[in-house]
């Protein structure tokens, strides 16, 4: 059962444009909502991410907009540049009972940014 | 500062063959270590996690098994490997004491044939 859906799978954008990948969630126990980016043959790298209680994130040229009452989420990069080629992962996080977190994640989108 | 490594880089086992990854993490006490598969087109799946030596949790019932000898090693293993433990194996830390960021490993690419 996918708690996390991420959409589009695949992304084509020109430089300079404003890619937007969207996530949705259902388990209302989710506390923390990251995005990662992940290089091909690279291990994921944390991007930005956010609280439930904040309806927008900016950190450099990229940003998340939250809706908690839609239970979605959105990740737009500002000035997409070709280096920014790569698969996007949003997530959720819940805590355990043992006191860490978990996260669980969408499927990933692979945005291709065309000089 | 603080490291994770993960070893070997790519394996190519047998299929019914053992398998043992090891993960180790620098620079940090008492971490909360994670290990997860990447699969195409399914993202990131959380297979194990553990919050102090001796203890596993496990997420997804399957062919594979986890254990923490060591404060910050992680090692997963599997007694006879099938073809669809086929994947992108990923091992991440979390420190203790700084929730919410969980830092990935370089990844082993496992493929069963």
């Known amino acids: 059962q996918q708690q996390v859906k991420q959409s589009p799978q695949s992304l084509i954008v020109q430089k300079g444009g404003i890619p937007i990948i969207n996530c949705a969630y259902e388990?209302?126990?989710?506390?923390?909502f990251p995005w990662y980016q992940q290089f091909p043959g690279k291990g994921p790298a944390l991007l930005i991410a956010i609280r439930p209680d904040v309806s927008e994130k900016k950190e450099g040229r990229f940003t998340i907009s939250f809706n908690k009452s839609a239970k979605q989420f959105s990740l737009h990069i500002m000035d997409s540049q070709p280096g920014d080629s790569a698969t996007y992962f949003c997530?959720?996080?819940?805590?355990?009972?043992?006191?860490?977190?978990?996260?669980?994640f969408g499927t990933g989108t692979r945005l291709t940014i065309i000089p | 500062s603080q490291t994770i490594h993960q070893w070997p880089a790519t394996l190519v086992q047998p299929v019914g063959s053992p398998l043992s990854l090891e993960c180790t993490v620098e620079?940090?006490?008492?971490?909360?270590l994670y290990w997860y598969r990447q699969a195409a087109g399914r993202g990131l799946q959380l297979l194990f996690y553990s919050v102090g030596i001796g203890q596993i949790s496990s997420e997804v019932p399957q062919n594979l098994s986890a254990s923490r000898p060591q404060d910050r090693q992680f090692i997963l293993s599997s007694k006879k490997l099938l073809l669809s433990d086929s994947g992108f194996y990923l091992c991440a830390y979390e420190r203790q004491g700084a929730p919410h960021e969980q830092f990935f490993g370089p990844g082993t690419r496992l493929t069963v044939l």
């Open positions: 620079g940090t006490s008492n971490p909360n």
């Open positions: 388990n209302t126990a989710f506390d923390y």
């Open positions: 997530a959720a996080s819940q805590i355990t009972n043992f006191g860490n977190e978990k996260l669980t």
